[in-house]
């Protein structure tokens, strides 16, 4: 019988098949190989979809179940044959251990197990499931509306909004936390409100892709947007972008979800025309609702 594909999000596989490795055992090469082949895949699909023009229709939900689909789609397929990659990994391990003067094969396992691990961290994993302050990359919703609530609270009491507005604003730019710009080496610029880099910020930046409405069409530009080294400096930011600029002195008037992200729109917070609207199905969506009746979560260190 053959080996059940592995949950994608279970990230307490990673310190098991390490282990495994240190006591020289070929199944946990072998799955650290197939392992590695589901995050290749992964990083493919995701490359494919990017490049594809976007379905406004599914909103930022639809992105982020779609990125779980993929995720777990990728893992399913590296446990069956898969491409060939995760075999010829193995070949190739293989064939050096048995080499002369080769380090043994258990050290060639470990070291193999440690090079895929490297590499999930890259992708904002740790062998825990939670990532460290410069990877953060939230695994679910959940997680991504627990880490950002105590922000996204202290933001709201210091403009005068309603923190459920916020925190949707913050999924609807970023996919629940899936598509967060990154840096050219590939670490997270936490910039959760799709703030750009203009004139007046003298902090880091980062060139990356976005869809403007134009025209009566989303369109495909390239601009400089900012990037932050916390959540709390990111909220910060936000704070003053709405506070300092007189143009969302409307926007901030309002105490309802509705209200402000109608005053946001106006403003020309973004040039989407159903931005308020996407703000308001978000903040009213289960997942929103869960978060804000969960119990208060632990800060992250972000």
């Not at 913050?170 to 899936?178: D, F, I, K, P, S």
């Not at 750009?196 to 902090?203: I, L």
């Not at 009213?284 to 804000?292: C, E, Q």
């Amino acid at each position: 019988m053959s080996a059940q594909p592995v949950n994608a999000l279970d990230f307490s596989q990673y310190a098991g098949l390490r282990a495994a490795a240190q006591q020289n055992d070929p199944a946990a090469l072998k799955q650290a190989a197939q392992q590695f082949e589901a995050l290749f895949m992964q990083m493919m699909l995701k490359s494919m979809r990017d490049a594809l023009p976007g379905d406004s229709t599914l909103g930022s939900q639809g992105d982020f179940y779609t990125g779980l689909y993929d995720q777990q789609l990728s893992t399913t397929l590296a446990s069956g044959k898969g491409m060939g990659l995760a075999d010829l990994l193995v070949k190739q391990l293989a064939q050096s251990s048995s080499a002369p003067g080769a380090a043994s094969a258990s050290v060639n396992s470990a070291s193999s197990i440690a090079a895929y691990t490297k590499t999930a961290k890259s992708a904002g994993i740790s062998e825990s499931g939670e990532a460290g302050a410069c990877e953060w990359t939230p695994g679910d919703a959940d997680s991504f509306l627990d880490a950002i609530r105590p922000h996204a609270e202290k933001a709201a009491q210091a403009l005068g909004v309603p923190t459920r507005a916020i925190m949707a604003q913050a999924v609807l730019e970023t996919g629940w936390g899936r598509r967060i710009p990154r840096d050219t080496d590939g670490r997270p610029t936490l910039n959760l409100f799709g703030i750009k880099a203009g004139s007046s910020w003298s902090g880091k930046t980062v060139e990356t892709a976005t869809k403007e409405y134009v025209d009566g069409g989303f369109r495909n530009e390239s601009a400089s947007f900012r990037a932050y080294g916390s959540l709390s400096e990111t909220f910060d930011d936000y704070v003053r972008f709405l506070s300092r600029n007189p143009r969302y002195v409307d926007a901030l008037r309002e105490d309802s979800v509705g209200g402000f992200a109608q005053g946001l729109q106006k403003a020309g917070y973004a040039t989407d025309p159903a931005y308020a609207h996407k703000i308001v199905d978000v903040a009213n969506s289960r997942d929103m609702s869960a978060a804000l009746t969960r119990g208060k979560p632990r800060l992250h260190s972000v």
